[in-house]
């Protein structure tokens, strides 16, 4: 087996987290620890939730968003191993990546 390691040097949170939008509602509601009146205001309409997780992610600090990703990165590894897969086969390098992990350093 061959362990690939591989550093992100340019990375726009913002459009990327903001695909991520109904997963981050998800996440605030379900979550215990998020404040009761953000719980409850997300959850009034799609636009207000929106413009709720909107408002966090830019209130966010650095660190703060590239632990978000990080975590969406991990829930969604399969499908971007599956993806890095199919590109290295049109490419002619016919492999397996599997087991990723994302890592904020």
Not at 17 to 22: A, C, G, M, N, V
Not at 36 to 47: E, F, G, N, Q
């Amino acid at each position: 087996m061959i362990e690939l390691t591989m550093q992100v040097s340019d990375f726009d949170y913002s459009e990327t987290l903001e695909r991520f939008i109904p997963d981050i509602i998800n996440l605030l509601q379900e979550n215990e620890s998020v404040n009761p009146l953000v719980r409850k205001a997300i959850t009034a309409t799609p636009d207000v939730a929106k413009a709720i997780v909107k408002t966090i992610l830019a209130a966010m600090s650095q660190s703060q968003k590239e632990a978000l990703t990080v975590k969406f990165l991990n829930k969604n590894m399969e499908s971007l191993c599956a993806s890095l897969n199919e590109v290295a086969e049109k490419n002619g390098v016919i492999l397996r990546l599997e087991n990723g992990k994302a890592i904020a350093k």
